[in-house]
Structure formats: structure tokens, C-alpha cells
T-cell receptor, first 106, second 114 residues
Framework: KNEVEQSPQNLTAQEGEFITINCSYSVGISALHWLQQHPGGGIVSLFM???GKKKHGRLIATINIQEKHSSLHITASHPRDSAVYICAVDEGQFYFGTGTSLTVIP | GAVVSQHPSWVICKSGTSVKIECRSL??????MFWYRQFPKQSLMLMAT?????????EQGVEKDKFLINHASLTLSTLTVTSAHPEDSSFYIC??????????FGSGTRLTVV
């Protein structure tokens, strides 16, 4: 049983499309992170959430603590958004989702 | 699936001592290993990238003589925090890359230096 479930596992979108990646978790958390990992491996932390909603540029992250669910939205997607997006929950130790591989086609 | 076993999950050590953190790939060969650090309330930060059999590449601001990384085999990478000080207290995570499995993470090590 995985503590963090992400969906979809793979996603291909046309440039300009609105994208949603979902994350459900089963543990109690102090914070949830959305990470972006590019093919070179480097990880960028996009958001750290403990409640509500955050927005940064074209990226929006929401979390529903009661439902233990978070979503990452990308508006007006662009090929440079192609990466693996990882949901990670901090419960004293990290539990990671398996990642969503996003490919945005021009 | 690909599993990376990271040990220890937590460690408390005295200031001035050294601590070794291991990341072991259990069912695949990890050609590249990434080491991350996360201070409380902050995001993950890449410390270094290591490739099996070669020297690690450290990110700017990370002291290579303090954070010794060894990736001597395709299944084991270690991070040694030498002469640890309280400011080194942090959460350390490894991530392994392979051509077949993509990326997979260790569960992390919480280091407290007292």
C-alpha cells in the first residue's frame, strides 16, 4: 500500500492545454510538497502547502486536508513544462508519490 | 518496482563527529544518485550528483570536503557528514536515476547534531 498515490502516471498534452495532476495520501501530514524534476535529475520545489491554495505564475496548487487530496494545475501549458511532477508529503519523514511524467507537445 | 533503501532514517550525533548515510538500490543498478537536503520549513535543495565510479559534482555553496559522497558501486552511494555541527541538522534525501525506472527516492534521513 502506497501512502501517496499520484495520477495520472503519464500525461501528454498539447501546448496551451490546462493540466491537472492529482495526489491522494493516507497519512497525517505537516505539509505537502509539489516537486518538479527535469530529465537532468535536478529537483525544484514548486510548492509547499499545509492548507488552501497557492499560485505561482501559471502553476496553482490546492490541498484539501479533510479529503487528503491535493492537485497541481498548470494553465497554458508549454513544452518547457515537460518534466516529472512529484507529490511528497511530510509526516516527519517524507513519503513520495511515484511521479507524473508530463510531456507538452508544441 | 525500483526501491532505494536509505539508512538510517534518523540519527542524533554529537558536534564534531562524522555521520554516514547510505542509499542502496535494492533491485536495480543506480547509475546516478542525487543527494538533497532540506532545512526545516524550506524546500528540498540539491547538494550533489554522483555517478558510479567518478567524483561527485557539488552544487554551489556545498562544501565537498564536509559532505563526502562515495558512489563506488551501482547499488550503493554514501554521504558522510564530517565534523558535523548543529547547523548541519537537516533532512537528507537521496534519489536514484536509472535508464529504465526513471527516478526513485530514498525515505530520507533526519540528522540532528547536538
Amino acid at each position: 500500500k502506497n501512502e501517496v498515490e499520484q495520477s495520472p502516471q503519464n500525461l501528454t498534452a498539447q501546448e496551451g492545454e490546462f493540466i491537472t495532476i492529482n495526489c491522494s495520501y493516507s497519512v497525517g501530514i505537516s505539509a505537502l510538497h509539489w516537486l518538479q524534476q527535469h530529465p537532468g535529475g535536478g529537483i525544484v520545489s514548486l510548492f509547499m502547502l499545509s492548507s488552501g491554495k497557492k499560485k505561482h505564475g501559471r502553476l496553482i496548487a490546492t490541498i484539501n486536508i479533510q479529503e487528503k487530496h491535493s492537485s497541481l494545475h498548470i494553465t497554458a501549458s508549454h513544452p518547457r513544462d515537460s518534466a516529472v511532477y512529484i507529490c511528497a508529503v511530510d509526516e516527519g519523514q517524507f513519503y513520495f508519490g511515484t511521479g507524473t511524467s508530463l510531456t507538452v507537445i508544441p | 518496482g525500483a526501491v532505494v533503501s536509505q539508512h538510517p532514517s534518523w540519527v542524533i550525533c554529537k558536534s564534531g563527529t562524522s555521520v554516514k548515510i547510505e542509499c542502496r538500490s535494492l533491485d536495480f543498478q543506480a547509475t546516478t544518485m542525487f543527494w538533497y537536503r532540506q532545512f526545516p520549513k524550506q524546500s528540498l535543495m540539491l547538494m550533489a550528483t554522483s555517478n558510479e565510479g567518478s567524483k561527485a559534482t557539488y552544487e554551489q555553496g556545498v562544501e565537498k570536503d564536509k559532505f563526502l559522497i562515495n558512489h563506488a558501486s551501482l547499488t550503493l552511494s554514501t554521504l558522510t557528514v564530517t565534523s558535523a555541527h548543529p547547523e548541519d541538522s537537516s533532512f537528507y534525501i537521496c534519489s536514484a536515476a536509472t535508464p529504465n525506472y526513471g527516478y526513485t527516492f530514498g525515505s530520507g534521513t533526519r540528522l540532528t547534531v547536538v
